[in-house]
């Protein structure tokens, strides 16, 4: 039987305690590059350009992997995660991360098999060993058309075809988990049936803050 409950997290700071790529440009000892090229290009496109410079610089996937498995973590929504899964939960990822380094991080974690979709930027190793990260929308394209979020990813689309899977196998309730400004988006989407359970005192949470009626959505 299809679950009757779809739990939807975000992953940095929300399941993990930090943002993954900041963590991984400043435990590489690349931060103020980073900095320098932040104001000149978009995030998802930075990371990839960054990526670059990780390889030039000699360091390897196992060097990225093993500072990925020093991520601080939430333990107690990691137990979250564990529960809501035995409960028949079905769990799923909506990510501005990459898919390299939450794979990496949840397999190190046991959590991989908990769920049944991640929805994040694509992140994949070509020929010469690089780590490429692509947007999970295809800006140079086309425009997503939100202007709530950033150029590579709406997650408000995403959850709107979460929304229109899952209602095939009859009523589903959503409950969204998230903590920053593009988390904002998708809370506006969800109906009165579901939860948004906003990271206190976090950008998502001001927004919602600033007109809770806008949200359909118990907040939680």
């Keep these: 039987m299809a679950a ?3 739990v939807v997290f975000d992953f940095d700071k929300t399941i993990i305690d930090v943002d ?7 435990e590489l000892g690349f931060t103020d590059l980073f900095n320098q090229l932040l104001p000149t290009m978009p995030w998802n496109s930075l990371m990839d350009r960054m990526m670059k410079e990780l390889h030039s610089d000699g360091k390897t996937m196992e060097d990225i992997a093993e500072v990925l498995k020093r991520i601080p973590i939430h333990s107690q929504v990691i137990s979250a995660i564990k529960a809501a899964h ?3 939960c079905e769990l799923r990822i909506v990510s501005d991360a990459n898919m390299f380094f939450i794979e990496t ?4 974690l046991g959590l991989k098999d908990c769920f049944s ?3 994040t930027n694509p992140g994949s190793v070509d020929d010469e060993g690089r780590l490429r990260i692509s947007p999970h929308h295809d800006f140079t394209q086309s425009s997503h058309g939100c ?13 709107e075809r979460i929304q229109a899977s899952t209602s095939k196998d009859g009523s589903k309730k959503i409950i969204y988990l998230g903590d920053g400004a593009g988390d904002y988006c998708p809370s506006l989407k969800l109906t009165e049936a579901d939860y948004v359970m906003p ?5 998502v949470w001001a927004l919602i803050s600033k007109n809770p009626l806008l949200i359909k959505a118990e907040i939680s």
């Design 20 to 26: 993954s790529d900041n963590w991984v440009i400043d």
């Design 199 to 203: 990271r206190k005192n976090f950008p």
């Design 105 to 108: 991080i949840l397999k190190h």
């Design 147 to 159: 202007s709530l979020c950033p150029p590579n990813m709406c997650k408000g689309l995403i959850i």
């Design 86 to 88: 035995d409960l028949g």
């Design 117 to 119: 979709e991640i929805n």
């Design 4 to 6: 009757a409950i779809v």
